[in-house]
C-alpha cells in the first residue's frame, strides 16, 4: 500500500529560535523529510528567525548540517537537499526589542497562510505575539505555533494566554505537545473509535487498571537550570501523560474535529479527582558508575525538585468509576521506554482450573523508542500437554500488512507542522484545557510542598524509588516493567 501524500497549500513559516536546539534536531530535518515526502511544494518560504548574526546562506548551511546529522541518507538526496534549501532565509531579530523586524515584514508575504513558530525560551512568548501584532504580521490568515512550557502554574498559564488572545484568536493558537503527534497516539483514537471491538469492553466493567508509563535513561542534561525549576511534575505529567490520559479516558466525541476533540478531553481533566497524598510519589536520581547525580548535576545540593513521579488518579465518572490510572515519569530510569497499558480483568470463571494459571488481556500502546499497538490474548500451549494456557501477542502495528513505506512514520513535529498549515487544530492543546490541567497540577504540588516532603532517592538503571512500587503493591496490582 502506498501513502497517500496530499500537498499542503503553499505557505510562509517563520521560525523564531530557528538556530536553537529544537529547530536543528526536529523542525529543519522534519521539514525536509515532508518535503522529500511531496507533502510541501510550491512557492515556500521557511525564514529562520533569531538573535545570533547569521545571514541566509549560514542558515542554509547549519540547516544542511542539522538535516545530514539526522538522516544519514540526506546526502544522497542532493537534489532535494538543494531544493529545500533554497526555501530557507534568514533575519536576525530580537524577539524583546526592535531589531529585524521590518525586514520580518518585507519577506513573509500576506496573501498566503502564515504561520510563526515560538521555538524560543517561553518568557519570548507574549513579547513576540505583541511584536508580531505591532509589524502588522498578525491578521486573520496568521497561526502561532507554541512550545512547552506553556506556564510553569495556573496564573502563568492564565496570564499568557492572556496575552496571546490580545492578538490572535483561539483558533490561530497552536499549543505543542508533541506527544499528541505520535502516530501510535492517533491510532489509538482509531481503534477505540473505528472498531466495534474494544469500546463496549473500554470502561470500568471490564478494565481493572491503566498504567501510563513515561520512562527516560538520561538524566538532565544541559537542561539542569530549567528542569530544578519544574521537575517531573511539570515537566511531563501535566502535559503529556495527561494528554495520554485524555485520550484514553474520554467519551467518543461526535466527530474527529478540533472542538469535539478537545471537549471530550477537558471533561476528562475536570472529572479528575484530587490526588491524595499517599498517593503520590516522588523521586531522585542518585548518582552512578560515575553519572552524577540529579543535585550535583543541577547544582544545587539542597534541591528537592523530583526527576520521577509517580501518582495513582482516578476519574470519576460513570465510565472509569473504580478504574485506577497509574501514571509514572522519570529519568535516568532502566530503559527509554514509554507506553500506556490498559489491563483488562480476569475472566470472572476459569474453566481450566488453578493449574492454568493466571492470564490477562493487556492492550499496550508503545509510544517510545519503537511506535506500536499489541494485545495480549490468552491461547493454548502448543502440544500434547493438556490445557495449558499461554499470553501471546496479538501485533497490530500492520507493518507487514501496511508495508515498509507506511512503518516510517513521521516523526511527531513533521505531522504537528503540516496541521498548523492545513489549519487543523484536533492535535494541538486548546487553553481551557492547558489551564485545567494545570489546575489538576497545582493541587498535587501545592499538597507536597506544604507538608514538606523530600524527593525519595533512588538508583540510576531502576524503576524509581521503592515507594512507587508499593503505590500499586497495596492495591494488588505491579508496574509492568520497563523495557523498550
Ligand atoms: P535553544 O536555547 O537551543 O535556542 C533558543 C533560540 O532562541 C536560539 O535560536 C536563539 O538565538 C533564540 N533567541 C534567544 N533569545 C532571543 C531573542 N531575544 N530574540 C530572538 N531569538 C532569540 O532552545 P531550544 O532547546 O531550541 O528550545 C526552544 C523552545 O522549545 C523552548 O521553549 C523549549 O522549552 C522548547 N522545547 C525544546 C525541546 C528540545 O528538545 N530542545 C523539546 C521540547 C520543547
Not at 490568515?141 to 496570564?159: W, Y
Request: aromatic fraction near 8%; include cysteine.
Amino acid at each position: 500500500m502506498v501513502s497517500r501524500v496530499i500537498p499542503v497549500d503553499p505557505f510562509d513559516l517563520v521560525i523564531f529560535g530557528g538556530t536553537g536546539d529544537l529547530a536543528r534536531r526536529k523542525i529543519l530535518p522534519g521539514l525536509f523529510r515532508r518535503y522529500c515526502a511531496g507533502q510541501i511544494e510550491g512557492d515556500v518560504r521557511i525564514t529562520g528567525a533569531a538573535r545570533g548574526e547569521m545571514d541566509t546562506q549560514g542558515y542554509r548551511d547549519f540547516a544542511a548540517e542539522a538535516i545530514m546529522a539526522s538522516d544519514q541518507s540526506a546526502g544522497t538526496k542532493k537534489a532535494h537537499l538543494d531544493e529545500f534549501l533554497a526555501m530557507l532565509h534568514y533575519v536576525v531579530v530580537d524577539a524583546m526589542g526592535d531589531d529585524g523586524w521590518e525586514e520580518l515584514a518585507r519577506i513573509t508575504r500576506s496573501d498566503r497562510i502564515r504561520a510563526f513558530y515560538f521555538s524560543v525560551a517561553p518568557r519570548l512568548f507574549g513579547p513576540l505575539a505583541e511584536r508580531l501584532h505591532q509589524h502588522g504580521l498578525a491578521d486573520g490568515q496568521t497561526r502561532i505555533v507554541v512550545e512547552k512550557p506553556f506556564g510553569r502554574d495556573l496564573k502563568t498559564a492564565r496570564e499568557l494566554n492572556r496575552v496571546l488572545a490580545e492578538h490572535f484568536d483561539e483558533s490561530q493558537i497552536y499549543r505543542i505537545d508533541h506527544y499528541l503527534g505520535k502516530e501510535t497516539v492517533q491510532n489509538l483514537m482509531a481503534i477505540r473509535f473505528g472498531n466495534m471491538l474494544f469500546e463496549p469492553l473500554w470502561n470500568s466493567q471490564y478494565v481493572d487498571h491503566i498504567q501510563i508509563t513515561v520512562a527516560e535513561a538520561v538524566g538532565v542534561g544541559g537542561r539542569g537550570d530549567y528542569y530544578d525549576r519544574a521537575g517531573a511534575m511539570r515537566d511531563m505529567m501535566q502535559n503529556h501523560l495527561m494528554q495520554l490520559l485524555c485520550l484514553i479516558a474520554m467519551e467518543p466525541p461526535a466527530k474527529f474535529n478540533p472542538d469535539s476533540v478537545r471537549d471530550e478531553k477537558l471533561k476528562v481533566i475536570r472529572a479528575l479527582d484530587p490526588v491524595a497524598p499517599d498517593d503520590v510519589v516522588r523521586g531522585q536520581y542518585e548518582g552512578s558508575g560515575g553519572r552524577p547525580s540529579y543535585r550535583n548535576q543541577v547544582g544545587n545540593r539542597d534541591s528537592t525538585t523530583e526527576s520521577f513521579v509517580a501518582l495513582r488518579a482516578r476519574v470519576s465518572n460513570w465510565r472509569w468509576a473504580g478504574t485506577p490510572f497509574y501514571l509514572r515519569t522519570g529519568k535516568r530510569l532502566k530503559e527509554r521506554a514509554s507506553e500506556i497499558a490498559v489491563v483488562f480483568k480476569d475472566a470472572p470463571h476459569s474453566i481450566f482450573g488453578e493449574e492454568a494459571g493466571r492470564h490477562r488481556n493487556i492492550l499496550t500502546i508503545k509510544l517510545q523508542p519503537n511506535e506500536g499497538i499489541e494485545l495480549g490474548v490468552t491461547i493454548k500451549e502448543p502440544g500434547p500437554g493438556g490445557m495449558r494456557l499461554v499470553d501471546v501477542p496479538l501485533d497490530m502495528t500492520f507493518a507487514e500488512a501496511l508495508g515498509p513505506e507506511e512503518a516510517d512514520f513521521p516523526d511527531a513535529y513533521e505531522r504537528l507542522i503540516m496541521d498548523v498549515i492545513r489549519g487543523n487544530q484536533t492535535l494541538f492543546m486548546r487553553g481551557d484545557e492547558v489551564e485545567e490541567a494545570w489546575a489538576w497540577a497545582d493541587e498535587v504540588i501545592a499538597g507536597w510542598e506544604k507538608r514538606g516532603d523530600d524527593p525519595l532517592p533512588y538508583a540510576t538503571g531502576s524503576a524509581g524509588p521503592d515507594d512507587a512500587l508499593m503505590l500499586m503493591h497495596r492495591d494488588g496490582r505491579r508496574w509492568r516493567e520497563i523495557k523498550a
